[in-house]
Nanobody, 124 residues
Framework: QVQPVESGGGLVQAGGSLRLSCAAS????????MSWFRQAPGKEREFVAR????????DYADSVAGRFTISRDNAQNTVYLQMNSLNPEDTAVYYC?????????????????WGQGTQVTVSS
């Protein structure tokens, strides 16, 4: 079992940067693919970025590719999301999710464990 806990959200001006962290407790953390999702008010939760547990390959939504970078520090059981060139459309609650093995992709239902979320607000 893995329990993700997010931190690092806040208020930033358009064009600015933030780094989100996701600390994941659990002895089998390294067996989980880790992803970030986000949910804006009145919208469905959407995929942002993913990092494979086995080889560290990454995948990004088109809306954030080239601006966001996902990484993981297995020694610290932590996943990061570096967000650059933020714009107001990035405003949302950001969630960290863990899915066992390499199969979990971009779908919410593929993930077993979720954090409580952290608010990111980008002002124009």
């Amino acid at each position: 079992q893995v329990q993700p806990v997010e931190s690092g959200g806040g208020l930033v001006q358009a064009g600015g940067s933030l780094r989100l962290s996701c600390a994941a407790s659990g002895r089998t953390y390294m067996m989980y693919t880790m992803s970030w999702f986000r949910q804006a008010p009145g919208k469905e939760r959407e995929f942002v970025a993913r990092i494979n547990y086995a080889d560290g390959t990454t995948d990004y939504a088109d809306s954030v590719a080239g601006r966001f970078t996902i990484s993981r520090d297995n020694a610290q059981n932590t996943v990061y999301l570096q967000m650059n060139s933020l714009n107001p459309e990035d405003t949302a609650v950001y969630y960290c999710a863990a899915g066992y093995g390499s199969r979990p992709g971009r779908r919410v239902l593929q993930y077993d464990y979720w954090g409580q979320g952290t608010q990111v607000t980008v002002s124009s």
